[in-house]
């Protein structure tokens, strides 16, 4: 079985200070390209989860969200790295769906998608959300910020989660 690094979008791979609703607003950190490369060459699958409400709330269209998402893996690409797959939660954030976290839909059908061992794996964010969705899907759990959450893992950004999951942290 494989082990895969979930990773949230907003405010982990891209800065979500300002929403991002159209390609030109992506703006990535400037160690993400990096840091997921780091992931890929140590072998872990990378993916995204991401909560994306606002094309059920009508803010963007799935054309406007697939657009963000290939100008993301280009950037990425740019830099030598690589997102496996992308799962998005496109529901309104009232629509109680098993996808948007913090439900493990989205971590649990990227699993059975890719035949991933979830208890090999890990989840990333920015948001007690996003650790409880790792921890629902069985994976550990990576909190990135100040937060007072309960991961097994806390860091200060993507960089410093990859160097930490890749047990290496070299520079
Ligand atoms: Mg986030
Ligand atoms: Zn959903």
């Avoid at 979008?9 to 400037?30: A, K, Q, T, W, Y």
């Avoid at 390209?33 to 059920?56: D, H, K, M, P, S």
């Avoid at 899907?137 to 200060?156: L, P, Q, Y």
Wanted: proline share 4%.
């Amino acid at each position: 079985m494989k082990r895969a690094v979930f990773l949230d979008r907003d405010g982990v791979i891209n800065d979500n200070r300002r929403p991002v609703n159209r390609p030109e607003e992506l703006v990535l950190f400037p160690f993400a390209g990096r840091a997921i490369r780091l992931l890929n060459e140590a072998g872990w699958r990378v993916f995204v989860a991401t909560n994306q409400g606002g094309v059920g709330l009508g803010y963007m269209t799935e054309a406007d969200l697939a657009a963000v998402h290939r100008r993301m893996q280009a950037l990425l690409s740019d830099q030598g790295a690589r997102i496996d797959d992308i799962a998005a939660c496109t529901h309104r954030p009232d629509a109680g769906c098993g996808c948007r976290k913090p439900r493990p839909g989205m971590l649990l059908e990227l699993a059975r998608r890719h035949g991933i061992d979830l208890t090999a794996s890990y989840m990333v964010g920015d948001r007690d959300t996003d650790v409880e969705a790792g921890r629902a899907a069985g994976t550990r759990t990576v909190f990135i910020g100040e937060g007072s959450v309960d991961a097994d893992i806390r860091a200060k950004d993507l960089w410093e989660a990859a160097c930490q999951i890749v047990g290496n942290s070299s520079r």
